[in-house]
Nanobody, 126 residues
């Protein structure tokens, strides 16, 4: 299975920006649709968006559309989440996961399972 490590979280004021990275190990990362999720304290995990392997199709949740941008560099085995115009309600632990589908569903197919990173904390102050 692919192994994922997120980085780039931190504390930022409302209106600010952060760029999260998701570094993957394994040669199959480039063929996977990769997703970003977040979980705020006391809330269920929320699907933020996903990018398919060629970066042609990218999906965003309505809550982040127009503010967040997902990209990937398969040569570097890394995916990114650029977050602009951050709001206090964006405060959460952010996770990357792969493979997923473009609706954020996890994969169970034979021995293939969705892998998750450990998460990175994003805090937005008002």
């Amino acid at each position: 299975q692919v192994q994922l490590v997120e980085s780039g979280g931190g504390l930022v004021q409302a209106g600010g920006s952060l760029r999260l990275s998701c570094a993957a190990s394994g040669r199959t990362f480039g063929s996977y649709t990769m997703g970003w999720f977040r979980q705020a304290p006391g809330k269920e995990r929320e699907f933020v968006g996903a990018i398919e392997w060629s970066s042609v199709i990218i999906y965003y949740a309505d809550s982040v559309k127009g503010r967040f941008t997902i990209s990937r560099d398969n040569a570097k085995n890394t995916a990114y989440l650029q977050m602009n115009s951050l709001k206090p309600e964006d405060t959460a632990v952010y996770y990357c996961a792969a493979p997923v589908d473009l609706q954020g569903n996890t994969v169970v197919a034979g021995t293939l399972r969705t892998s998750w990173g450990q998460g990175t904390q994003v805090a937005v102050s008002s």
